[in-house]
């Protein structure tokens, strides 16, 4: 795919590696970095851990700990943003179609049905998408996507070529936010936190881990390395997740869209049909 050639090989990886292979592979970097800093220790003091002691050891330990809090403070700020926008984006998506929807219902036949099929099958497109990867839509859902908002567009000014009234301008505006707002939801979605941050953590958690070892003073500190281990990997794998939009575990809800499909393709026919004839609006001509 085009998407996929244009990445380099650090973001393919982690494009295509599944999630629960990374935290396979963070969980025994981690673990190989405990074991590796007991190591050291032992190699260097020629002595048993627990009767050797280092001074400023402490302190050491403590500064990796207190920077590497800061860089995994950041990066879950930075994933979490971008998660809470891609929410809020399927709540401005939704209202925009449902808008458009119902501001279509006041243009006469057959302009209002061709755009409210369009928009229908635009809207159960959209769902389908939001179900796929942007790395992994083949060429055949990404040239459909195209063709319903060329489509969508080019009905509305087939609609409204010849009205000059607020209903029609606002009409214009509201579709052309909802295609815009389908973009930009395809757009936050590529945007991913870069691999070499996802790196760059890996990298200090393995050098933290290792001090840890390092710092190792018998079997009773076996204990409590464990768990740092496993709350250090706990929290690269929550990064990881929030980073992936759809394959991961915690994905942006859906629901606003659903809901709306679920209420245009349930709604009777009655209710978007006017009680009364609608007034002419005004032309180019002015009849």
Not at 192 to 204: C, D, G, Q, S, T
Not at 269 to 274: A, L, R
């Amino acid at each position: 795919m085009r998407l996929m050639a244009g990445l380099n090989a650090a973001e393919r990886l982690f494009v295509v590696i599944p999630l629960y292979d990374l935290v396979l592979v963070i969980l025994a970097l981690l673990s190989l970095s405990a074991v590796g800093g007991i190591w050291l220790r032992r190699r260097f003091s020629k002595k048993a851990p627990e009767d050797v002691t280092f001074d400023g050891e402490g302190y050491v330990v403590t500064a990796a700990s207190g920077l590497l809090a800061l860089l995994l403070g950041f990066t879950f700020a930075m994933a979490v943003d971008r998660f809470d926008e891609r929410r809020m984006l399927v709540i401005d998506e939704a209202n925009g179609i449902y808008s458009t929807y119902l501001m279509a219902q006041t243009f006469p036949e057959p302009d209002s049905g061709r755009i409210s099929a369009t928009l229908l099958a635009y809207l159960d497109h959209r769902l389908e998408v939001a179900q796929k990867s942007p790395w992994d839509k083949g060429q055949g859902l990404i040239q459909r996507d195209r063709e319903l908002k060329l489509r969508l567009w080019s009905e509305s000014l087939a609609a409204t070529r010849n009205l000059r009234d607020d209903v029609a301008s606002s009409y214009l505006q509201t579709a052309a936010q909802a295609l815009e707002v389908g973009a930009t939801r395809e757009a936050i979605r590529l945007a991913r936190i870069p691999p070499f941050i996802h790196v760059v953590l890996w990298v200090f958690s393995a050098i933290t881990v290792a001090a840890f070892g390092f710092s190792y003073y018998g079997r009773a500190r076996w204990l409590g390395l464990c768990v740092i281990i496993v709350l250090q990997t706990l929290a690269l794998t929550l990064i990881l997740d929030l980073d992936r939009p759809t394959t991961g575990i915690m994905r942006e809800s859906q629901w606003a869209m659903e809901d709306v499909k679920r209420r245009l393709h349930n709604a009777p026919p009655s209710v978007f049909e006017p009680s009364a004839p609608a007034p002419a609006r005004q032309t180019l001509d002015g009849r």
